[in-house]
């Protein structure tokens, strides 16, 4: 490992040892479910930017694999989804922080009748050699990790991902972006980068290097505010924003012309027939909004139809699209 990374692990040592209630702030509310009670300390030490947990990505018991265990908050929603032995697995490389999730854990077992901790299969492992097998795992999650590395230890995690996941799996991510210039000595900042900062990629470089890794669809589920830098706190002459973004990837096939990415458009045919049709798959019924791929936008756009509309980037997909 780089310095870098050994910065990473001695910042989540000393969270898992002393919960840093400070250290992120989720930009997605805790998921409130039926008979599902999460134990203080647990969200206490809710590292992350958003959320990795979406029910769409978990029916027919997947095998999932969560990497950055913190303090167990998401494997447990996973593990209320799954509800059996091994169904989840955590990896994490700070052994403090897989002890504080096994205490965790058996807090969490006296609040949940339906929980047994080993519904969660917990594992020392580094997010760039996991130690699984080859397409062993349907959805595979992180939250506010992938951010933190440097882009030829970002790529090697990512291909990692890939490699392990099922053909049709998904890879839920949560991470910081940032559209603003990142000055190289913030961005090269160990302990900023660490703490979920400085290592923020403007989104169409996140997502691209997403696709670069072989996955053909990708997905944009929320995007947020997140955090400022600004030059009363940082070394910086103007402020910097930040945001999180919510993404799945699927190992889908990658098609001829490129990766179908989904960033919130919608297509609405409003002409005299009952439907368009533009030869390519994309039925569009008269007045109906369906919802298409940046890739598509752009091919309905070319046509010069004054009788389709097509609306901006919502930054919010969740199914029902044209691919």
């Given at each position: 490992m780089g310095n870098y990374l050994d910065t990473t692990k001695d910042v989540y040592k000393a969270a898992a040892e002393s919960p840093d209630v400070g250290l992120c702030c989720t930009t997605t509310p805790v998921w409130k479910l039926p008979e599902l009670e999460m134990p203080n300390i647990m969200l206490q030490m809710n590292y992350g930017c958003g959320s990795t947990v979406n029910p769409r990505d978990l029916a027919d018991n997947p095998k999932i694999l969560y990497i950055g265990v913190g303090g167990g908050m998401e494997l447990l929603q996973f593990a209320y989804f799954s509800r059996q032995k091994g169904g989840v697995i955590g990896v994490d490389v700070v052994d403090e922080m897989l002890e504080a999730s096994?205490?965790?854990f058996v807090e969490a077992e006296a609040m949940n009748p339906w929980f047994n901790s080993?519904?969660?299969?917990?594992?020392?492992?580094?997010?760039?050699?996991?130690?699984?097998?080859?397409?062993s795992v349907d959805v595979v999650a992180q939250n506010c990790l992938f951010n933190i590395f440097k882009m030829d230890d970002l790529k090697k995690a990512l291909k990692e991902t890939y490699r392990v996941m099922k053909p049709g799996g998904r890879l839920v991510l949560s991470d910081p972006t940032c559209e603003n210039h990142m000055p190289e000595?913030?961005?090269n900042d160990e302990r900023l980068r660490?703490?979920?900062?400085?290592?923020?990629?403007?989104?169409?470089?996140?997502?691209?290097?997403?696709?670069?890794?072989?996955?053909?669809?990708?997905?944009v589920r929320a995007r947020r505010p997140y955090r400022?830098?600004?030059?009363?706190?940082?070394?910086v002459d103007e402020l910097i924003y930040i945001e999180?973004?919510?993404?799945?990837?699927?190992?889908?096939?990658?098609?001829e012309d490129g990766p179908c990415v989904f960033t919130g458009k919608t297509a609405i045919y409003y002409g005299t027939e009952k439907e368009?049709?533009?030869?390519?798959?994309?039925?569009?019924?008269a007045n109906q909004p369906l919802a298409i791929c940046d890739k598509t936008a752009n091919a309905l756009a070319s046509l010069g139809r004054d009788d389709i509309f097509i609306s901006e980037s919502t930054w919010f997909y969740d199914?029902?699209?044209c691919c």
């Open positions: 096994r205490r965790n080993d519904f969660v299969d917990l594992r020392k492992g580094d997010a760039l050699n996991l130690p699984l097998e080859d397409n000595h913030i961005r660490a703490l979920c900062l400085s290592g923020s990629l403007p989104l169409k470089e996140y997502i691209q290097t997403i696709t670069d890794c072989g996955f053909g669809t990708v997905e400022i830098l600004d030059s009363k706190h940082y070394d999180s973004v919510e993404i799945a990837a699927i190992k889908d096939p990658m098609p368009f049709d533009d030869k390519k798959g994309h039925l569009l019924l199914g029902g699209g």
